[in-house]
């Protein structure tokens, strides 16, 4: 199940990586110990508010969650229950470009805190590529409900950086058994 689940991820990310952009954000710091985790995969989780400047999580995921079900379109990593109301809500990076700039949702305006790419399991705010330092989602070493999810310089060995997309949740691959 694991080896199927990550090949589609990898197909999906393959596919997406140049034309889908996502959120990225990613941290130094490696989750301590070489061992497994035990439980429940854990997803990004926007909360039950629907507000501006709600903040972004992580929670065991649950695919009848709706605080848990994005779509990716032109950029945008949209909040799916919002989609056809008058407040389409998506992922937001704020106007912070630094280490630790937390994640949060905000009405869907189509600008640079708004627009991400999705490569190689990454999630990289897209004005950050062509700098010297991308940033990129990062869910920090803990793993656990309730754990923030912010930017970080993007490091494709940061564990803490590495999700996978699947029937539209977007999940912590380290998590997944």
């Not at 799916?80 to 305006?109: E, F």
């Amino acid at each position: 199940m694991l080896a199927r689940r990550l090949l589609t991820a990898a197909v999906i990310s393959a596919a997406m990586g140049a034309v889908t952009p996502l959120p990225a954000v990613a941290s130094t710091h490696e989750p301590p110990g070489g061992t497994a985790l035990v439980g429940a995969p854990l997803c990004v989780d926007v909360s039950s508010n629907r507000g501006n400047g709600t903040l972004i999580y992580q929670w065991q995921c649950d695919g009848n969650n709706t605080n848990q079900k994005f779509v990716i379109e032109d950029g945008l990593i949209k909040v799916q229950d919002t989609i056809g109301k008058s407040q389409v809500m998506c992922l937001d990076s704020s106007n912070g470009r630094t280490n630790g700039t937390r994640v949060y949702q905000w009405q869907c305006v189509g600008n640079a805190n708004q627009l991400w790419v999705v490569q190689r399991g990454l999630i990289i705010l897209k004005s950050t590529l062509n700098s010297g330092t991308r940033l990129c989602l990062d869910v920090t070493n803990g793993r656990g409900n309730g754990t923030q999810v912010y930017l970080w310089q993007c490091d494709f060995n940061n564990t803490n950086q590495k999700f996978v997309i699947e029937d539209g949740q977007i999940v912590i691959k380290d998590t997944l058994s």
